[in-house]
């Protein structure tokens, strides 16, 4: 697999953070729609037997990556630190993969830190922000909103602060997508608008750059470090030598299938979350961890040949496993 860096400018609120999963989805209706479904099922040959076609990161702060999924003992303590403030340490350098993941703390870097390394001094506090956003339904007998179904409600929207650019891993096999189409898909989904309320507006972003990517690999690496949601189980892994935070996708179908005759729901799905840490005597070649999920109607009654991203593009780390 290639590994590419996309740079993402946002040009407008989120409906959430943009999570690997997600952007796999909205990747494969953009196949759908610009090259069309014959091609999209090509490209899926293959996808839960452990041969996907592409592999997408959740979006960071340009430069940046979340700090893992462990316990703060486990990392070298800061002297004289307040913990709330250590806490809020949550953004790691590029260039602390070369390290062991117990000096990470010592490197990473707050909202405020990473913002202002992007912005500049005047930028605000905060990565990004969530604000309520006013929505109402009007009864077409009355002009007005009303009780039940046409009662006011609020729906929260995610700003980054002003200048924020984004860093979008994704892992490419050559033989079936090349970079120029996969950067080409990655724009459409910014035109078009990422997740939630796309229609409305939210969503947007622009891509500002896309260059090879090869993500700094630690000396005697023993670990991987996932940048997505990914679905360890069933892979061999000894879970007495994992960290990571569970996460529950309770998938929606999007596009046109919103309307499909079984509903937007798709089967929930339990995986580890982005930043787990993962034993491994090697890092896999491939540069990625996990497995393709769905296929035969267990994701979805509308579009039986669903699939979920139970993949994760992964760094390879060290980690002193045998540490109290």
């Not at 796999?24 to 490209?43: D, K, M, P, S």
């Not at 990565?127 to 009662?151: E, K, M, V, Y």
């Not at 296929?295 to 002193?320: D, H």
């Amino acid at each position: 697999m290639e590994t590419l860096r996309l740079t993402l400018r946002p040009r407008s609120a989120f409906g959430g953070p943009l999570r690997g999963d997600t952007l796999f989805g909205q990747l494969c209706w953009a196949v759908r729609n610009r090259r069309g479904e014959e091609h999209l099922r090509e490209l899926l040959d293959g996808y839960t037997q452990g041969r996907p076609f592409a592999v997408c990161s959740d979006a960071f702060p340009a430069g940046f990556l979340p700090r893992p999924a462990l316990p703060l003992y486990r990392f070298r303590p800061i002297p004289d630190s307040d913990r709330k403030a250590v806490k809020k340490r949550r953004w790691l350098p590029l260039q602390a993969l070369a390290r062991p993941v117990e000096d990470w703390l010592h490197e990473a870097m707050d909202d405020a830190a990473v913002v202002r390394q992007q912005a500049g001094t005047s930028a605000p506090a905060r990565l990004a922000s969530h604000r309520a956003q006013p929505h109402n339904s009007i009864d077409r007998r009355s002009g007005t909103t009303g009780p039940g179904a046409f009662a006011p409600y609020t729906q929260a929207q995610y700003w980054y602060a002003q200048g924020t650019q984004l860093d979008l891993y994704l892992l490419l096999d050559p033989e079936r997508i090349g970079r120029d189409e996969a950067i080409t898909l990655i724009d459409d989904i910014g035109r078009t608008g990422y997740g939630r309320d796309a229609s409305i507006g939210l969503g947007k972003f622009d891509v500002t750059a896309a260059d090879p990517a090869t993500l700094v690999a630690a000396p005697d690496a023993n670990a991987c470090f996932t940048l997505a949601p990914c679905a360890p189980q069933g892979l061999g892994l000894r879970p007495d030598r994992a960290f990571y935070e569970v996460f529950t996708r309770f998938g929606r179908h999007g596009d046109r299938a919103v309307y499909g005759r079984g509903g937007p729901f798709k089967t929930p799905v339990l995986l580890a979350g982005t930043g787990g840490l993962f034993a491994m005597d090697s890092p896999p070649r491939a540069g990625f961890l996990g497995q393709g999920l769905g296929g035969a109607g267990r994701m979805s009654k509308t579009i039986p040949e669903t699939v979920q991203q139970g993949y994760a593009p992964c760094a390879a780390v060290r980690l002193n496993w045998e540490a109290a």
